[in-house]
């Protein structure tokens, strides 16, 4: 899931920096879509500050998520509730199949890759910005300037939408087909587009933080859901879920695994405890 309003990216690696309306998003995507209630905004202050967000902070993650069309006001007696948009359904449902989708035979592949060069000049950094930001969150990875490559060549019309979004459709060329000679190997455009060695260090940081961990009370269990979540969804800018063939021996496939049958495993106990916060019945 993602926004280019959302975040700010300091190069071509780094995901969204973390941010109070960062995580809102999540908490709006973890408790507020799969309960298809109106909420108060006392409850997502009361989430947030338990994520360590000043009361300050919070309500201006809530003012600029409303500006940006995600969610909407309503005022209820002296109370405000606030709705998800359509926007914000169709931003969820996309984020999801792209952080945890189900789970499918991922040795599967035809061999075929995206390639896109797409050269943006350097005056126009606020566009290349948001091209890399947008092209990492859609699996791409970037092995020689201005190329573009991904083994999911389905992503071709995301990646339309947003090169054509920057007006960089005149400067694009885009093909699809299997690698051939001469020219680096397979193994070798993975390792010149992706760090895949930092996803798989974030990975088993997360791994460190969040596994066998134990509750003392079910706020603490909706937080760290919270937190491991908030985690998951930025992963993407760092780990493309390449087919397996292309990652042999590559460890952070069974840790990214753990990680979301982790998410799994906390997700009633942790609506269940929101519902109680929310007043929903």
């Not at 905004?41 to 003012?63: D, K, N």
């Amino acid at each position: 899931m993602t926004d280019p309003d959302i975040g700010s990216v300091s190069d071509k690696d780094s995901p969204p920096a973390r941010s109070a309306r960062s995580v809102l998003v999540t908490v709006l995507g973890e408790l507020v879509e799969p309960c298809g209630r109106p909420v108060r905004t006392a409850a997502l202050l009361y989430v947030l500050r338990g994520l360590g967000f000043g009361e300050p902070a919070a309500r201006q993650a809530l003012a600029r998520t409303g500006s940006s069309g995600l969610i909407a006001a309503q005022r209820v007696g002296r109370e405000t509730l606030w709705h998800l948009t359509e926007k914000a359904h169709r931003l969820f449902a996309e984020g999801d199949m792209r952080v945890f989708p189900p789970e499918v035979d991922v040795t599967q592949w035809d061999g075929r890759w995206l390639v896109i060069n797409v050269p943006v000049p350097e005056s126009h950094r606020s566009s290349r910005k948001k091209l890399y930001a947008a092209l990492r969150w859609a699996g791409f990875g970037n092995p020689t300037p201005g190329v573009w490559v991904t083994p999911h060549i389905d992503r071709a019309a995301e990646a339309a939408r947003t090169i054509e979004s920057l007006g960089l459709t005149d400067n694009t060329v885009t093909f699809v087909g299997p690698i051939g000679q001469p020219g680096i190997t397979e193994a070798e455009l993975v390792r010149r587009s992706w760090d895949l060695g930092e996803a798989e260090k974030v990975y088993n940081e997360l791994l460190t933080r969040f596994d066998a961990r134990e509750f003392g009370s079910a706020d603490e269990l909706l937080i760290t859901h919270l937190q491991l979540a908030d985690s998951l969804r930025r992963m993407p800018y760092l780990d493309p879920r390449l087919p397996e063939v292309l990652l042999p021996d590559w460890a952070g496939l069974q840790a990214a695994k753990r990680l979301r049958d982790l998410r799994t495993e906390w997700t009633p106990a942790a609506h269940a405890r929101w519902r109680e916060i929310a007043g929903i019945e």
